[in-house]
């Protein structure tokens, strides 16, 4: 059974930080890139980041560029979202996803799996 668990979510205050986990099980992790999109009320879910199966490269969504870094442990089966200078506007549900391939990271209809979501509150 597939599943990915997202941790590390909650409150903080703008100009925090928090680092996301995103814990996964039943796939072949490390074969998979891996990527994080958010979604805020009344908005679509956009993309944020995304990191290739060997961490050879990482990409991220310009809203986030310089703020943010994502990584993973293949060994652990395991990614991460590391966030700073947190503002009002990163508030959202931060979803993990995995993906075939970097090319298909950005396409929601195209990844075969995604976790619950963590919830990021910023407050002023």
């Known amino acids: 059974q597939v599943q990915l668990v997202e941790s590390g979510g909650g409150l903080v205050q703008a100009g925090g930080s928090l680092r996301l986990s995103c814990a996964a099980s039943g796939f072949a992790f490390s074969s998979y890139t891996m990527g994080w999109f958010r979604q805020s009320p009344g908005k679509e879910r956009e993309f944020v980041a995304g990191i290739t199966y060997n961490s050879g490269a990482t990409f991220y969504a310009d809203s986030m560029k310089g703020r943010c870094t994502i990584s993973r442990d293949n060994a652990k089966n395991t990614m991460y979202l590391e966030m700073n200078s947190l503002k009002l506007e990163d508030t959202a549900v931060y979803y993990c996803?995995?993906?075939?391939?970097?090319?298909?990271?950005?396409?929601?209809?195209?990844?075969?799996?995604r976790g619950q979501g963590t919830q990021v509150t910023v407050s002023s």
């Open positions: 996803y995995a993906a075939f391939s970097a090319t298909t990271m950005r396409r929601l209809n195209d990844l075969p799996y």
